[in-house]
């Protein structure tokens, strides 16, 4: 199975500023055929379920606010929240799709500094 | 509006079963795959199991495998999760859990069911 990395644990950042959360792959998962990354990003905040951000590593799902970018290829991976929001503290997963067991990194934790 | 709801949860014996359901709304349930994703109290997301739009294909995640079966029944828009040999680390809330359409990436969400296994 694929084995997802996420770094670091978790991170404070002040409102407005950067915060980058790096996710990496145990192998490659750009699939050749359509040069695509089969990795997506959600965020989790407590008590709901998951939210779909990112997909493809970049193409943000409709409706996420631009703030939110993903990039990345092959085994290494970064989700940025370019100004950081209150309402943006949440535990956020890297996933990988490409193989048929889907597996999801340990989370990483986002609070206020 | 996609919705999911799972039900079926509740409170059982180590080496016990029980039945999971999703009951779906908003689109056409027979032409996605759909998936089971589970959260143990206080710890991450794990992916357990998933089913083709026809039932052709199924997976599973090693730690279910052999213990859990997932099956649908499109005419009823249901999916569903029978775990038998339950541990106590299955113990954790199940969603059920839809793509986008465009990549596999899981879109839609229900609120989840809690499982829990305990003497």
């Known amino acids: 199975d694929i084995v997802m990395t996420q770094s670091p644990d978790s991170l404070a950042v002040s409102l407005g500023e950067r915060a980058t959360i790096n996710c990496k792959s145990s192998q490659s998962v750009l699939y050749s055929s359509n040069n695509k990354n089969y990795l997506a990003w959600y965020q989790q905040k407590p008590g709901q379920p998951p939210k779909l951000l990112i997909y493809?590593?970049?193409t943000r799902e409709s409706g996420v606010p631009d703030r939110f970018s993903g990039s990345g290829s092959g085994t290494d991976f970064t989700l940025t929240i370019s100004s950081l929001q209150a309402e943006d503290v949440a535990v956020y997963y890297c996933?990988?799709?490409?193989?048929?067991?889907?597996?999801f990194g340990p989370g990483t934790k986002v609070d206020i500094k | 509006e996609v919705q999911l709801v799972e039900s079926g949860g509740g409170l059982v014996k180590p080496g016990g079963s029980l039945r999971l359901s999703c009951a779906a709304s908003?689109?056409?349930?027979?032409?996605?795959?759909m998936n089971w994703v589970r959260q143990a109290p206080g710890k991450g997301l794990e992916w357990v199991s998933s089913?083709?739009?026809?039932?052709?294909?199924?997976y599973y995640a090693d730690s279910v495998k052999g213990r859990f079966t997932i099956s649908r029944d499109n005419a009823k828009n249901s999916l569903y999760l029978q775990m038998n040999s339950l541990r106590a680390e299955d113990t954790a809330v199940y969603y059920c859990?839809?793509?986008?359409?465009?990549?596999?990436?899981?879109?839609?969400w229900g609120q989840g069911t809690l499982v829990t296994v305990s003497s």
């Open positions: 493809w590593a970049s």
């Open positions: 859990a839809r793509d986008n359409g465009i990549a596999v990436a899981l879109c839609y």
């Open positions: 908003g689109f056409t349930f027979s032409s996605y795959s």
């Open positions: 996933q990988q799709y490409y193989s048929t067991i889907f597996t």
């Open positions: 089913i083709s739009s026809s039932s052709s294909y199924i």
